[in-house]
């Protein structure tokens, strides 16, 4: 071949190259594809709708910048390692699992998937590629029993729960803690559902509590059924996740709320920036993790400054809702005086404070 014949040749195939570089999109170039798996249906209230609302701030926030999607009434087990698994099949490159029950599968899916970003809500098992968050729910909950404290006639809550894992059974004991800071003789029934969204089975739990004495209830489950059966029976109640006053316009006292959207919008911009990495993020009031909705009408003013008060002090770190001495329910000291729980304690609550009424479940 001689030399000119050569280096055409040459510039053909270093212009064909070129031509298919230009054609490629370039890298970066393509949105984020961020997926949410939600244990619930999304609605206008709840643990999901919450969830649901941090999804469309992140889309807002980042819009062009990242592409999100969310599965809704993904049952925890199979069904949900089934949908994780389709997410990154497709290329999701950040994928929140929104439920403790989600965790087994998002641990396994992740090890078939180590370039992708796994975000696990309320659980305790992590790797490489799989960060945990949750949030300081107990503290909204301390600032709620105080209110419930103040409010009640019966000196008797009512709690529906879902099951009890530390996350519920802080919550429980939190609230009775509150109640108690201001009224001592209030007591705390307790009724477990053994599901995270059952209306039906919710509901009943209420009229229960209600025909056991109760008049404030509240909830540890996903729907609305606590707040509305509370409306329907003219009995107070404390909202849990949202603010659902839209449910009980009169009888809502206040709400414990959590928010998502901050954490999901700092977690996507780690992700585009390449400097993203495992970490367990627990937020709480400091942080704008959870906060408490409006106080109804009726809770008179020097409660509210009470209530006010304690969460600054919450927030300052002069006080803390497991700061001792605490009792659990058989009289036994758990939390010596000048003594708080720590993080990895207060992660493995197994036991009922003074207060509560019923055994804890096996």
């Given at each position: 071949m001689s030399k000119s014949r050569f280096l055409t040749t040459l510039s053909l195939l270093a212009a064909a190259v070129l031509g298919l570089v230009a054609s490629l999109p370039a890298m970066g170039d393509e949105p984020l594809k961020v997926g949410f798996l939600y244990v619930s249906p999304v609605s206008d209230a709840g643990w999901t709708h919450q969830h649901e609302v941090g999804r469309q701030q992140l889309q807002k926030a980042l819009?062009?910048?990242?592409?999100?999607?969310?599965?809704?009434?993904?049952?925890?087990?199979?069904?949900?390692?089934?949908?994780?698994?389709?997410?990154?099949?497709?290329?999701?490159?950040?994928?929140?699992?929104?439920?403790?029950?989600?965790?087994?599968?998002?641990?396994?899916?992740?090890?078939?998937?180590?370039?992708?970003?796994?975000?696990?809500?309320?659980?305790?098992?992590?790797?490489?590629?799989?960060?945990?968050?949750?949030?300081?729910?107990?503290?909204?909950?301390?600032?709620?029993?105080?209110?419930?404290?103040?409010?009640?006639?019966?000196?008797?809550?009512?709690?529906?729960?879902?099951?009890?894992?530390?996350?519920?059974?802080?919550?429980?004991?939190?609230?009775?803690?509150?109640?108690?800071?201001?009224?001592p003789k209030a007591q705390v029934k307790v009724i477990w559902t053994s599901s995270w969204f059952d209306p039906g089975r919710e509901s009943e739990a209420a009229n229960v509590l209600i025909s056991q004495g109760a008049d404030v209830l509240t909830h540890h489950t996903d729907s609305t059924a606590v707040v509305q059966t509370a409306e329907d029976k003219g009995v107070w109640s404390v909202a849990y996740h949202s603010d659902?006053?839209?449910?009980?316009?009169?009888t809502q006292l206040t709400a414990a709320t959590h928010h998502w959207g901050d954490f999901y919008i700092k977690i996507a911009k780690e992700v585009l920036n390449g400097n993203w990495k495992s970490e367990n993020v627990w937020g709480g009031l400091k942080e704008?993790?959870?906060?408490?909705?409006?106080?109804?009408?009726?809770?008179?003013?020097?409660?509210?400054?009470?209530?006010?008060?304690?969460?600054q002090a919450i927030i300052d770190g002069s006080f803390h809702p497991f700061q001792g001495p605490i009792k659990n329910q058989d009289g036994e000291i758990v939390v010596p005086e000048g003594k708080s729980l720590t993080d990895e304690e207060l992660e493995k609550v197994q036991w009922y404070v003074e207060g509560v009424v019923g055994k804890l479940p096996k």
């Open positions: 819009d062009g910048k990242v592409q999100t999607k969310y599965v809704e009434n993904v049952p925890e087990g199979g069904e949900a390692e089934r949908v994780i698994r389709q997410f990154a099949s497709d290329g999701y490159g950040l994928i929140f699992t929104t439920s403790f029950g989600y965790m087994n599968p998002t641990i396994k899916v992740a090890k078939q998937f180590p370039n992708v970003v796994f975000e696990h809500a309320t659980g305790y098992k992590s790797a490489k590629n799989v960060g945990t968050y949750s949030a300081r729910f107990y503290q909204a909950r301390y600032l709620t029993g105080i209110v419930a404290g103040r409010m009640t006639k019966s000196n008797i809550a009512g709690y529906v729960a879902a099951f009890p894992i530390p996350e519920v059974l802080r919550g429980i004991d939190a609230f009775t803690l509150g109640m108690r800071s201001v009224n659902m006053s839209k449910y009980g316009p009169k704008g993790m959870v906060d408490i909705a409006p106080l109804n009408p009726a809770v008179p003013d020097s409660v509210a400054k009470e209530v006010q008060a304690k969460k």
